[in-house]
């Protein structure tokens, strides 16, 4: 372990990243991503979650809590950009480690919002010519987070609270009461849904769109979801919008978080009390949990069930042969593995 522990400490994390972004610029470039775009756009899901915590600091400059009993707790927290899909695949193509450096006291919105600034330049970098649109939460219903996000000619679909911006959020709803004549009934997944939406809110120098959809369950209490977009909306995509944009947006924890903790990643273990080691084991984490999904979605798969019965006994094995056999140096490939997205 000690050894396993050395490496990802002098190994370059841009390096790795490098390696992670390429993995979604290869099946970009081969168009295999190509049927999840929203109007021309990949959905990008952005989003944060702590990672694991620690009842000492592990390293100068990680985020710590104060608890009820008085003790100090230091944690660490990421925010990831992942390609999601109405199919559940959730492809990872950056991630940024929050940091509080320079504050003694932390604060996770701030510092979730500084990390998202750092992590939009760093998707411009690695993808400068992909159009992209981004799926987020209320907490980047902001000025400065829209210009960031307009400034890279990227769309958006931002979930929009009355508390994010009260007074701009009571005059989309006066708005939308206003223009009745913007209203659509609509069914997803057999549930009924009612959509009221704007054009052209004024907010500072943008005008963005807003969608409303109340969505009504047979006998349960109706739900309503509110975004904030810059796609200009009509009757014909109001719907797409909504259900392949904003509400795409939850495949990030469902998919993503949840199963890099809960399906065998173990995201919530430190691996590695090292800053540079931490960040290239999560990495690497990202990684494995990319594989799977195209080895889940591959052609290599049907064969596989076959003889393994299950992805788990396959990777078990797989993991035994490594450990107990030499691969050799010259290894002909079986044939083609073809990615086939669902």
């Not at 009355?162 to 609509?186: D, K, V, Y």
């Not at 199963?259 to 990202?286: T, W």
Request: include cysteine; glycine fraction near 4%.
């Amino acid at each position: 372990t000690d050894t396993l522990g050395y490496f990802p400490e002098q190994m370059p994390s841009e390096v790795m990243e490098g390696l992670l972004a390429s993995m979604t610029r290869r099946l970009i470039r081969s168009k295999a991503l190509d049927s999840f775009r929203l109007y021309g756009a990949f959905p990008i899901a952005i989003d944060g979650s702590e990672v694991c915590t620690f009842n000492h600091e592990p390293w100068p400059g990680r985020p710590h809590r104060r608890l009820a009993d008085g003790t100090t707790q230091y944690f660490k927290s990421v925010i990831d950009a992942k390609l999601v899909t109405p199919s559940g695949l959730a492809l990872t193509l950056a991630t940024e480690i929050l940091t509080n450096e320079g504050h003694e006291d932390f604060d996770k919105q701030d510092c979730e919002l500084k990390a998202f600034y750092r992590l939009v330049h760093k998707l411009r970098a690695f993808f400068p010519r992909t159009p992209m649109v981004l799926l987020v939460d209320s907490l980047y219903a902001n000025q400065n987070a829209i210009r960031l996000i307009d400034a890279q000619r990227w769309k958006y679909v931002i979930n929009f609270k009355e508390g994010s911006m009260p007074e701009r959020f009571a005059e989309a709803q006066a708005l939308m009461a206003l223009q009745p004549e913007n209203t659509l009934q609509a069914k997803f997944n057999n549930i009924p849904q009612t959509f009221r939406w704007i054009n052209d809110l004024p907010l500072a120098e943008f005008t963005p769109g807003v969608i409303e959809c109340i969505e009504q369950p047979p006998d349960e209490e109706p739900t309503r979801y509110v975004w904030l977009t810059n796609f200009h909306i009509t009757p014909k995509n109001v719907s797409e919008i909504a259900n392949h944009g904003g509400r795409l947006r939850w495949k990030i924890e469902n998919e993503g978080f949840n199963v890099q903790k809960n399906d065998g990643y173990c995201m919530a273990h430190p691996f590695s009390e090292h800053p540079n080691g931490s960040r290239v084991f999560y990495i690497l984490l990202l990684i494995a949990h990319y594989l799977s999904q195209l080895i889940l979605h591959g052609s290599l798969i049907e064969s596989l069930a076959c003889t393994f019965e299950s992805a788990k006994n396959f990777a078990r094995r797989l993991a035994e042969s490594l450990r107990h056999w030499i691969v050799p140096d010259v290894l002909p490939m079986p044939g083609q593995i073809r990615f086939r997205p669902p």
